[in-house]
């Protein structure tokens, strides 16, 4: 079964057939935007954005509540849509899309009036002078969003760009091509300029359009591979862009966890989303005096799941020869399979192994299904060591009833956050920074700074008293020489500093 077939489209266009996850059947078809769409859409962009920076952050925020509105008032539908399209449980569509999509609109759009004020800046050293910090909009901004979490990740960018006052052209992912429609309905119903957000739906070639279609700023989500193409393309041209890839996060549990706890969250932070979730669980680190009881739990929690209630079949089909080649060679290579293992066309049950080593595809390479993967350590060193051992470095997380040992693990992780007894949220909460170290990505988004990341700050610094002249303005005296080597002595080598 295919998810996507190419199609004609009108004119002779390329076209995508989308197909229903869950039975195969034909959702509707699409045209492919090829560059002169992109180039018409980002013109219009464009147009409209002037006026929108023009507009109070107060009132943009106000119609941000009334998008709120309309999500809330939508949910079924949009519930019915996206779970369609991905073919997971209701569950997820509601807490990963939904809720969050909810709660960035609202929470950003509580804080962005005081967030992007312009404030006077104090000056430590020049007194004479006064300044003050500006947040100008970037212009266009192009939002390009994976499948995995097509609305949240699609909606919750968008969002932050029109709250600093950007417009954004939105391409989603070509598999999820509703989700990218349905946040245009939002900002639409919601009575924001026409054309602030457009939507641009295709694949790739569409993505590379509008990256080279001359936008402000790139906001990426999706995978390593295409992360380095569109950070080259940025690179070259100077734009400043945002690259949030994947991920390959470990689990490091210790002897003195609640082992309980420890399994149940890694089930949870496995499974969730049937597995495709950035920053869910992909390699489990147990020490090894309590790795059997530790996977007894695991396997015994995974047979409680079923098929459609708690897990789907991948939201795009090529996932299953992913996840399925990466078992197979696990299982090669001497592992063991506890539960699971057997993949039912475009399903991947839950699946958990023993007996892993670290050089496995399955502990270096992202796996993006429900797979859950335990291998032993001794030390502390090694654990550390091990999660350590990976290309990624999205997030983590350290379980164990040791709260300084949590911290003290949790700091020598080289990924982009860390939970202590805690699946990975760091996403959903919007007051932190997400991003990855390493191949994971490059900035951050979220938190004040994610909004801020929208703006140019912009400093304006003038003449307080309309002094005539300044003392270091031309012609050089010696007089001037003097006075700035007492001044240097004056402020620098004497109490003073602490003053200034
Ligand atoms: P992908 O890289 O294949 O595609 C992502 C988007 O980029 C799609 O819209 C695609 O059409 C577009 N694209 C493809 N080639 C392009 C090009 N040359 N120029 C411009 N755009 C192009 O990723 P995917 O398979 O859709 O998504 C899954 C990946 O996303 C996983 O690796 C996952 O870990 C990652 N992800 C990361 C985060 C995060 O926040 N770090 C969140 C969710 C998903």
Redesign the pocket.
């Known amino acids: 079964m295919a998810y996507l077939r190419p199609t004609e489209g009108s004119g002779g266009r390329r076209a995508y057939k989308v197909l229903a996850p869950a039975d195969g059947a034909e959702i509707g078809q699409y045209d492919v935007a090829n560059a002169e769409d992109v180039a018409r859409a980002i013109a219009r962009a464009r147009e409209v954005q002037p006026g929108w920076a023009n507009t109070p952050v107060k009132q943009r925020a106000k119609l941000m509540r009334k998008a709120l509105k309309v999500l809330v008032s939508r949910r079924e539908e949009f519930v019915e849509r996206l779970t369609r399209e991905t073919g997971r449980p209701e569950l997820d569509t509601l807490m990963i899309e939904m809720f969050a999509g909810a709660d960035c609109m609202n929470y950003y759009a509580r804080r962005a009036p005081k967030l992007l004020a312009e404030h006077r800046v104090g000056m430590h050293l020049l007194r004479m002078k006064k300044a003050k910090m500006v947040y100008r909009p970037l212009g266009v901004v192009a939002v390009?969003?994976?499948?995995?979490?097509p609305f949240i990740?699609s909606a919750n960018p968008t969002v932050q760009a029109v709250l600093a006052g950007n417009a954004v052209v939105l391409?989603?992912?070509?598999?999820t091509p509703e989700a990218g429609r349905i946040v245009v309905e939002i900002f639409e119903a919601a009575g924001f300029p026409k054309d602030l957000v457009q939507v641009v739906l295709?694949?790739?070639?569409?993505?590379?359009a509008?990256?080279e279609g001359g936008v402000d700023k790139v906001t990426?989500?999706?995978?390593?591979?295409?992360?380095r193409?569109?950070g080259e393309?940025c690179g070259r041209n100077l734009v400043p862009c945002t690259l949030?890839?994947?991920?390959k996060d470990p689990m490091l549990v210790f002897e003195d966890a609640d082992i309980d706890r420890a399994a149940a969250g890694a089930v949870f932070g496995g499974v969730m989303n049937t597995g495709?979730?950035?920053?869910g669980i992909e390699r489990i680190y147990v020490h090894e005096s309590v790795i059997d009881a530790f996977t007894e739990k695991v396997v015994a929690k995974v047979r409680q799941l079923e098929a459609g209630r708690d897990y789907g079949p991948f939201i795009?089909e090529k996932q299953a020869d992913i996840v399925e080649g990466q078992v197979k060679q696990a299982v090669e290579a001497g592992a063991t399979i506890h539960v699971g293992g057997e993949r039912d066309g475009t399903t991947f049950p839950p699946t958990v192994l023993t007996g892993i080593t670290q050089s496995m595809k399955l502990m270096q390479e992202?796996t993006?299904g429900p797979i859950l993967p335990i291998q032993p350590f001794a030390t502390e060193d090694q654990a550390v060591a091990l999660a350590n051992d990976c290309e990624y470095g999205?997030s983590a997380s350290v379980w164990t009833r040791d709260k300084a040992r949590g911290e003290r693990v949790a700091r020598r992780l080289q990924s982009g956050s860390a939970t202590i007894n805690e699946t990975s949220m760091i996403?959903g909460a919007l007051e932190l920074p997400?991003?990855?170290l390493k191949a994971?990505?490059l900035g951050q988004?979220n938190s004040a700074d994610g909004l801020l990341n929208y703006a140019q700050a912009f400093p304006i610094l003038s003449d307080r008293f309309g002094n005539k002249d300044e003392s270091v303005w031309f012609p050089y005296t010696e007089d001037k020489v003097d006075g700035m080597r007492k001044a240097l002595k004056a402020i620098w080598g004497t109490p003073l500093r602490w003053i200034v």
């Open positions: 390009i969003s994976p499948w995995n979490g990740l391409k989603p992912s070509e598999v295709g694949d790739g070639e569409t993505g590379a509008l990256i990426f989500t999706g995978s390593v591979r295409t992360g193409i569109i393309i949030e890839l994947g991920g495709q979730f950035c920053s795009f992202e993006f999205l996403y997400f991003g990855g994971s990505g988004v």
